[in-house]
């Protein structure tokens, strides 16, 4: 299975912090997409790095990629209490047709 | 003006009915999704199509009939509905290249009693 894990399964932080989820997954992929979802919403893109790149960047997020060891980190930079929210990766595979496999989640809690 | 839209957004049943979840986009876009997502917020596609055409089915029980009557629209029916189908369904669409990010609807929350 294609599918991402995802560490930590929950995280608390204060406004103003730094904050860090990791990604892995099992095979290769084209691309690595990561989503956000608020409570009770659908999910929203963020960002994506392909995979002969190494980091991206936009706006408070940066996102890395290393392949040899099959994940990926989003870090979120001077976190605000809006950004509580669910944070899935989803791999594109290299040999799939567009099938993107999400992660199981990392929820963030920010505290104001 | 919604991009993915989806209707109802709650549906209560109960066992062994027949259902439908229906799902519309006004992006243009070729290819749509369904996923499903369960009580611990993983997140499985179940099909997808491109320009009408079925192009992913996961291994999902034959009691879930995918539609697209036209590229905006990709319905989902569902048979004979069981416990376990209560879950969010999240309808999406995307184009048609690698690495298109995906459109996601407000989901469907469906609860089988």
């Known amino acids: 299975s294609q599918q991402g894990e995802e560490d930590p399964q929950a995280l608390s932080i204060q406004e103003g912090e730094n904050a860090t989820m990791n990604c892995s997954y099992k095979?290769?992929?084209?691309?690595l997409q990561w989503y956000r979802q608020n409570s009770g919403r659908g999910l929203v893109h963020l960002i994506l790095i392909r995979s002969n790149e190494r980091e991206k960047h936009s706006g408070r997020l940066r996102v890395t990629l290393d392949t040899s060891k099959k994940s990926s980190s989003l870090l979120i930079t001077a976190s605000r209490a809006a950004d509580t929210a669910s944070y899935f990766c989803a791999t594109e595979g290299a040999g799939g047709y567009q099938k993107v496999t999400f992660g199981t989640g990392t929820k963030l809690q920010v505290i104001p | 003006d919604t991009a993915v839209s989806q209707t109802p957004k709650y549906l209560v049943t109960q066992m062994g009915n027949d259902k439908s979840i229906k799902c519309e986009q006004n992006l243009g876009h070729d290819t749509m999704y369904w996923y499903k997502q369960d009580s611990k917020k993983f997140l499985k596609i179940m099909f997808s199509?491109?320009?009408?055409?079925?192009?992913i089915n996961e291994t999902v029980p034959n009691r879930f009939s995918p539609k697209s009557p036209d590229k905006a629209h990709l319905n989902l029916h569902i048979n004979s509905l069981e416990l376990g189908d209560s879950a969010v369904y999240f309808c999406?669409?995307?184009?048609?290249?690698?690495?298109?990010?995906?459109?996601f609807g407000p989901g469907t929350r469906l609860t089988v009693t």
């Open positions: 199509y491109n320009n009408k055409e079925l192009i």
């Open positions: 999406a669409s995307s184009e048609i290249r690698q690495g298109s990010e995906q459109y």
């Open positions: 095979t290769s992929i084209n691309n």
